[in-house]
């Protein structure tokens, strides 16, 4: 069982990356996906979650209206289109995968059974 972020990279303040989340050795199909971001001596923080049935996805304030998550399990794949993006948006990106997660609970890292390694993204001014 294994989730592997990829997508990161250095862009320019304003410009846009899609970070994408892979499965494999498991259907992501029966797991919600969480994006969570930690930043240089700053705690993990969740980005955006989204359903397994792609049917429920929520924002962190910060990235409403810029970030948008959606799933492809055919492809076994959660993406997330970062655009407008900004310095501060920098950080590791992480996803994670989570079975029976309740409503109140998305957004929280503890709640995830599985995590991926992490992609870079540097925003610069």
């Known amino acids: 069982v294994q989730l592997q972020a990829s997508g990161g990279g250095l862009v320019q303040a304003g410009g846009s990356l899609r970070l994408s989340c892979t499965g494999s050795?498991?259907?992501?199909?029966?797991?919600?996906i969480g994006w969570f971001r930690q930043a240089p001596e700053k705690e993990r923080e969740a980005v955006s979650c989204?359903?397994?049935?792609?049917?429920?996805?929520h924002y962190q304030d910060s990235v409403k209206g810029r970030f948008t998550i959606s799933r492809d399990n055919a492809k076994n794949t959660v993406y997330l289109q970062m655009n407008s993006l900004k310095p501060e948006d920098t950080a590791v990106y992480y996803c994670?995968?989570?079975?029976?997660?309740?409503?109140?609970?998305?957004?929280?890292?503890?709640?995830?059974?599985?995590w991926g390694h992490g992609t870079l993204v540097t925003v610069s001014s």
């Open positions: 994670a995968a989570g079975n029976r997660i309740i409503a109140s609970q998305r957004m929280t890292p503890s709640a995830y059974d599985f």
């Open positions: 989204i359903s397994n049935s792609g049917g429920f996805t």
């Open positions: 050795g498991f259907s992501l199909d029966d797991y919600a």
